[in-house]
C-alpha cells in the first residue's frame, strides 16, 4: 500500500533550523500535490506549506519567509526547510500526499520536532 515516511525531526535551539522529508512509496507521485501539516499538543493540526504538482507553494503566514516547502519527482520526496525555528514551531509534523481528482489523500505517522533551548 501507499507510504509516506518522515524524516528529519529532533531537538533544536531556537534560532536553530531542520530539514523535514517525507519519503512516498507506491504512490504515483508526481500527480499529487504534497504538504504538510503540524500539531502541537491541545491545538488543531494546521497546515503549514503546500506544493502542487506543478510546483506553487502556499504557506500559512506564521512561517512565511522562514519555511520552505519543495518536491523532487525523482526521488518521490516532498522536503520541508525550516530556519529561524521558534518555540512556538514546537510540533508533531505530518506529511500528506492529496489528489482532489481522485479523491485520493493519505497521510504519513508525523515527525517530532521540539525548539527549545
Known amino acids: 500500500q501507499v507510504q509516506l515516511v518522515e524524516s528529519g525531526g529532533g531537538l533544536v535551539q531556537p534560532g536553530g533550523s531542520l530539514r523535514l522529508s517525507c519519503a512516498t512509496s507506491r504512490l504515483t507521485f508526481s500527480i499529487y500535490a504534497m504538504a504538510w501539516y503540524r500539531q502541537a499538543p491541545g491545538k488543531q493540526r494546521e497546515l503549514v506549506a503546500s506544493?502542487?504538482?506543478?510546483?506553487?507553494?502556499n504557506y500559512v503566514d506564521s512561517v512565511k519567509g522562514r519555511f520552505t516547502i519543495s518536491r523532487d519527482n525523482a526521488k518521490d520526496t516532498v522536503y520541508l526547510q525550516m530556519n529561524s525555528l521558534k518555540p512556538e514551531d514546537t510540533a508533531v509534523y505530518y506529511c500528506k500526499a492529496y489528489n482532489s481528482y481522485y479523491n485520493s489523500n493519505f497521510w504519513g505517522q508525523g515527525t517530532q520536532v521540539t525548539i527549545s533551548s
Open positions: 506544493i502542487t504538482s506543478g510546483g506553487a507553494t
